[in-house]
């Protein structure tokens, strides 16, 4: 993809507050590392929570960067380089990145989840939806990106700026008409979807999650409203009115405000009608439809995804025809099955305790009574330390056994986060709860006291393929060692 633009082209929609040196010159690139500033390039200096980029300024420099966009100009200034001041690097940032590919969101249908669980749901079954009625789709998601069957590695829930302005301009390309994608809270904080043109957003739920981020509930809250606040008049918003938050989303959005909701008023209404370890028999605005995902949480996800596709234009009967046989998102209740013995293992990306305790309910609901259910779950580390004494209380209450283990412990002793996640556990579930720092041991743990039938959830890293550990990332994935465990031990 041949870009090249000037660099007075780029600024038109950024506030600068100095500036020295040449903007004619030409701009063939933008990065915000600066071991990949030259000759063309554009380096964002910005603030980050462990590196400040201001101090990697001289090294993009010394590359022969055409320009640099900071907070603080340096004090020594080349004058083959351009320097701009502005009030935020990472807006300003967002906002020539838009102009550099041509505002690619403008010329999609692109669609924003935000909330705490379900937006990888309803973001991959909506990719799925739209690609199977027809349309050429791209998806921006925790799991994966995608432009149609193409897939993209991703690193982050929401892309730079930079990198997702490229993957729409890419999109654009591919002749794309639609893109689903998952707004997180800290994207939009750090102004990683500033300056993209939304046709639409839903807002799923809000819980107990990112408050080593945010610092407090309602600083979260503040960051998925400032999503909605975003929505040009053009958009739709929509909005589970069932969350106490939902309301919320909607106040001074200038859009269409739409809602849906399984108990009360709203634009889209749904009604349990059997929830089975089949799947979900619901009633859809006066439609009845079967799917194939499981649990109440699930109804919520197909009720948002129904909601958009409509305002999308889509015809309500045939969305729901081909919704009724899509799976979900890998390592969202996912099910494994061990042949011999008809044991159930669940992979599950629940690593809040409002996630886990949809899980272990929903679980509870389609289970037969003769049937025990096995957690393992752990809690990361170096991320909010408040809800681990929490989900060790729900995976004690809630399942039979539970093994308490390692997550992601990242730069963190993984005994330290289980002594805390100890602490929740009630005097009277401590004979039934084991801990094992070992992740591995764990589920091998948990697999070998399973009996014929019973249920083993792996809760906390879903689809995730690796463990950190001292910042060292190793293969791990949940699925394929719950395999090789119901294998190992002839289950």
């Known amino acids: 993809m041949n870009q090249s633009t000037s660099l007075a082209s780029l600024l038109t929609a950024v506030r600068v507050t100095a500036q020295s040196g040449p903007t004619t010159v030409p701009v063939t690139g933008l990065t915000l590392d600066s071991r990949q500033a030259g000759p063309g390039v554009v380096f964002f200096a910005l603030r980050g929570t462990a590196n400040d980029g201001h101090q990697f300024i001289p090294k993009a420099v010394e590359l022969g960067a055409a320009a640099v966009v900071c907070e603080d100009l340096p004090t020594d200034l080349n004058p083959a380089t351009a320097y701009v001041q502005v009030k935020d690097s990472a807006e300003a940032m967002a906002y020539m990145a838009a102009e550099f590919y041509g505002h690619p969101s403008r010329k999609l249908q692109l669609v924003g989840i935000t909330g705490t669980n379900g937006k990888t749901t309803c973001a991959t079954m909506l990719h799925k939806l739209f690609r199977e009625l027809g349309y050429h789709c791209g998806l921006l998601s925790t799991v994966q990106n995608q432009i149609d069957e193409q897939v993209i590695p991703a690193t982050h829930t929401t892309p ?40 639409g957003g839903i807002f799923t739920n809000l819980t107990h999650d990112h408050l080593d981020y945010h610092g407090t509930f309602d600083a979260y809250l503040k960051a998925k409203k400032g999503f909605f606040d975003m929505l040009p008049k053009s958009a739709f918003a929509l909005t589970n009115a069932d969350d106490k938050r939902g309301p919320v989303m909607l106040q001074n959005v200038v859009g269409r405000r739409e ?163 100890q602490t929740g556990v009630p005097a009277a579930d401590q004979g039934k709860v084991l801990t094992i720092p070992d992740r591995r041991e764990a589920i091998k743990t948990a697999v070998a006291l399973a009996q014929p039938g019973d249920i083993v959830l792996v809760a906390g890293k879903g689809h995730e393929a690796y463990q950190e550990i001292k910042g060292v990332r190793s293969d791990f994935d949940d699925k394929q060692v719950l395999i090789e465990m119901f294998n190992l031990l002839g289950k």
């Open 259 to 421: 809602s849906y909701s399984m108990r009360g008023p709203a634009t889209f209404r749904g009604k349990l009608i059997e929830n089975a370890v089949h799947g979900l028999h619901l009633e859809v605005d006066g439609r009845e439809a079967q799917f194939r995902l499981i649990g109440v949480f699930n109804a919520y996800n197909l009720l948002a995804i129904y909601g958009a596709a409509v305002l999308l234009g889509e015809e309500p009967t045939e969305v729901l025809t081909v919704l009724s046989g899509l799976t979900s998102a890998p390592g969202r209740f996912e099910p494994v099955l061990a042949e011999k013995t008809r044991i159930t293992g669940i992979i599950d990306y629940a690593h809040t305790p409002d996630a886990l305790e949809n899980v272990l309910q929903t679980i509870a609901e389609i289970r037969q009574p003769s049937q025990q259910v096995i957690t393992v779950v752990g809690c990361g580390g170096n991320r909010d330390g408040a809800k681990r004494p929490i989900m060790a209380r729900l995976a004690s209450q809630l399942s039979n056994r539970a093994v308490l283990t390692s997550d992601n412990p990242r730069f963190e002793d993984p005994n330290d986060i289980l002594q805390q996640m």
């Open 160 to 199: 730079d700026a930079i990198r997702l302005n490229e993957l729409l301009a890419r999109m654009v390309q591919a002749s794309c008409t639609h893109v689903f994608m998952e707004v997180s809270s800290h994207a939009v904080v750090q102004h990683r979807v500033t300056g993209l043109q939304f046709a």
